[in-house]
């Protein structure tokens, strides 16, 4: 029995679209703050790390955008007989990529900049006629780009959950660094008005050794997925436990057969070598260990009888 995106239940179908208007949000509000934070930028580190990250923290929504569209619109053809069901993984790839390379630029020009001991200022802008520290309106700014990250990856993470999609939990973990990086970022810009010319950068090498981190964990993951690994964690590069208890079931039910399974985006398949399979049709949501509103996972389960070779 096989399953594709058309036949998902329709809360998850609806969670879906939930997600995607999400995204869409998500897209609008992190554009407006790559534009005032570059407005008031200045020469602070700490600003430039926040503008770089909030930059590449379009590329996880977009990614999801379009893999979701794919998943939903896009049909079975000659030239993709399988479908577009891993579509999600490519764009988990992309955005792990997205989330590591932003933490490992933004720790290199942190340390480059402590290296070189660059001084950076802050200095006044005129405004309604009066001078103005600019280090208020980058505070401003940060506050700005700290609400919005905070809430729309809150709104994400039980979507994600909903969906089993890691690609979405990688954006809400982008979202995570970006209010992390206005919450640093407060401290940088006061040690800049204090004189610390080096609390700018170590604020913001704190925030990119913690983007790193989740970077890496994501990377980990989605190769994995890509390579027809053992299905992850939705968190990590642990192995799922669902799909550890999934691997024992089956197991049980056909003593001797060597079972594999893998991810191919949001669903689960099974493959049970060297058993012929049962007589009458089977169940698989009655295989599904975990919870029953996650049947859904397993989309395939498919029996390869003994060969000469198993022989």
């Not at 600003?47 to 893999?67: Q, S």
């Not at 001078?131 to 809150?154: E, H, S």
């Not at 389960?301 to 000469?308: E, G, K, L, M």
Request: hydrophobic fraction near 50%.
């Amino acid at each position: 029995m096989t399953a594709t995106a058309d036949a998902l239940p329709d809360d998850v179908l609806h969670a879906l679209r939930r997600a995607e208007r999400l995204e869409y949000w998500n897209i609008g509000w992190t554009i407006s703050i790559v534009i005032v934070m570059g407005v008031v930028m200045g020469q602070s580190q700490t600003m430039k790390t926040a503008w770089t990250e909030d930059m590449l923290g379009l590329v996880p929504p977009i990614a999801f955008l379009v893999a979701a569209r794919m998943e939903r619109k896009a049909r079975r053809t000659k030239r993709f007989p399988f479908g577009f069901e891993r579509v999600n993984g490519l764009g988990f790839f992309i955005a792990a990529i997205s989330l590591a390379a932003t933490g490992a630029l933004l720790l290199w020009d942190s340390i480059m900049t402590l290296i070189r001991a660059e001084h950076a200022t802050v200095g006044s802008v005129r405004l309604l006629g009066r001078d103005i520290w600019l280090g208020w309106l980058m505070l401003a700014a940060q506050f700005y780009a700290l609400v919005p990250p905070l809430i729309i990856g809150r709104k994400e993470l039980p979507l994600a959950e909903k969906l089993s999609d890691k690609l979405l939990h990688t954006d809400a973990l982008m979202n995570k660094a970006n209010w992390m990086t206005g919450a640093a970022g407060f401290a940088g810009i006061i040690g800049l008005g204090l004189g610390w010319w080096w609390a700018d950068s170590v604020a913001a090498a704190i925030i990119s050794v913690d983007i790193i981190h989740d970077g890496i964990k994501a990377l980990r993951s989605s190769t994995a997925e890509l390579v027809d690994g053992a299905p992850r964690a939705l968190s990590g590069p642990d192995l799922s436990p669902d799909a550890e208890a999934l691997r024992l079931r089956l197991e049980q039910r056909c003593p001797g057969a060597t079972v594999r399974l893998r991810e191919t985006g949001r669903l689960i398949r099974a493959e049970v070598h060297g058993h012929a399979g049962p007589q009458e049709p089977v169940d698989i949501d009655a295989l599904w260990p975990g919870e029953p509103d996650q049947a859904w996972r397993l989309a395939q389960v498919s029996f390869a009888p003994p060969t000469r070779r198993d022989d």
